[in-house]
């Protein structure tokens, strides 16, 4: 469903998904360049409602700061639910899950039970910085349709389960608004296709050029997919996002969880945090970085236990982890 809220100056519109309707609400942030589908594997069991920051219309649409979206989070809460909200425990990935702790430390969900955050230290994030402008120009620029992106997330490991890859991938691609080789779309766009072009015959004659020719106007016509968000132009955010992140996760007040993907993403202030047991924490190996797209049925169980565990709610009969 779409929210629109008209006291807002001007109109701020937001796309949510919701699912279930008993227990805790679990409020979900996508990673960056991800959308609210990319939770849809996972939301199978849980009362939830997904922000999907890729179809929001707001004031300033190039704000990406930490502290704007953390606002634009309490925002939605307080449309949604008006002065008592319900207990939320919120839950993020990646980008989502650092918006996730400047959310809660701020205060903007006053009826905050828990936090998760999934995949997403300060360290690693810090140091992966320098290289995420040339993984992101590793990436495809353009796919010649959704089921070519699917293949591609799958192919190169972004997403290792293709069930969740097929409702994911729909979320973070999006028609070309020009058709390729036209003059709308840069020639490093047409380049960009994804599937092998078949090897050009060195000699060719007439007939060859013929063909040549239609195919290139059959190629004119084709429209192609590109990425819905261009994660480049967000640069001069990425270190407002993760700057000062762990001991901002330390110091949020409500019961912590942190699922990672590897051991080896701790950085110093969270591993002494871990040995006070200032939060929970658990590992899940065999997982890429989207470790709830990956293993959603892991990343339930977790987050249910972790529930039980703290009294937010009760295990269900026939609960099937």
Known sequence: ETMEDPSFTPLYTFRIYSSGSHGPVLMLLHGGGHSALSWAVFTVSFHIFSYNSGDTKVKN????SAETMAK????????????????IMIIGHSMGGAIAVHTAASNHVPSLLGLCVIDVVEGTAMDALNSMQNFL???????????????????????????????????????????????????????????????EEEEGGESNHKRKKEDDQEIKKECLYTWRIELSKTEKYWEGWFKGLSSLFLTCSV???????????????????????????????????????????????????????????????????
């Open 72 to 87: 634009d989070v309490g925002k939605v809460v307080e449309v949604l639910y008006g002065e008592n909200p319900p207990p």
């Open 255 to 321: 019961p912590k969880l942190l699922l990672l993907a590897g051991v080896d993403r701790l950085d110093k202030d969270l591993t002494i945090g871990q040995m006070q047991g200032r939060f929970q924490m658990q590992v899940l190996p065999q997982c890429g970085h989207a470790v709830h797209e990956d293993a959603p049925e892991k990343v339930a169980d977790a987050l249910a236990t972790f529930m039980v565990r703290h009294r937010f709610t009760e295990f269900k009969e026939g609960f099937p982890w």
């Open 137 to 199: 120009r590793g990436r495809p620029k353009t796919f010649k349709s959704v089921e070519n992106a699917i293949e591609w997330s799958v192919k190169s490991g972004q997403i290792r389960n293709v069930e969740s890859a097929r409702v994911s991938m729909v979320g973070q691609v999006k028609k070309c608004e020009e058709p390729l080789s036209s003059p709308g779309v840069p020639k490093s766009i047409s380049e960009g296709i994804t599937e092998e072009e078949e090897e």
């Open 61 to 64: 649409p190039d704000d990406l």
